[in-house]
């Protein structure tokens, strides 16, 4: 089993910026690799951006390239999500999920969810 709480979202101007977080516990956190989501209503959950066990590999959705930055801290059991120049459209529940093999793309590639933390965009 493994646990994530995510933390950190809010609203703000757009322009602004936000930094989510996901702690982590359960499970050898190190091993695995990270995910973010986010799924506006109405809308599928799609990707944000997902980084490999070792924190050296980062992917992004096109929409959030140079704005949004993944990193992990293995030693906290940590994953954030640095968020800049937010966009009202980045207005979302953002999720964080840990990767059943590697990294993926796709929701069905992740196996553990977080509760999810609200991000609104005005503006």
């Known amino acids: 089993q493994v646990q994530l709480v995510e933390s950190g979202g809010g609203l703000v101007q757009a322009g602004g910026s936000l930094r989510l977080s996901c702690a982590a516990s359960?499970?050898?956190?190190?091993?695995?690799?990270m995910g973010w989501f986010r799924q506006a209503p109405g809308k599928d959950r799609d990707f944000v951006a997902a980084?490999?066990?070792?924190?050296?590999?980062?992917y992004y959705a096109d929409s959030v390239k140079g704005r949004f930055t993944i990193s992990r801290d293995n030693a906290k059991r940590t994953v954030s999500l640095q968020m800049n120049s937010l966009k009202p459209e980045d207005t979302a529940v953002y999720y964080c999920a840990t990767a059943r093999d590697g990294y993926g793309y796709y929701a069905r590639e992740y196996d553990y969810w977080g509760q999810g933390t609200q991000v609104t965009v005005s503006s």
């Open positions: 980084i490999n066990w070792s924190g050296g590999s980062t």
């Open positions: 359960g499970r050898t956190f190190s091993r695995y690799g």
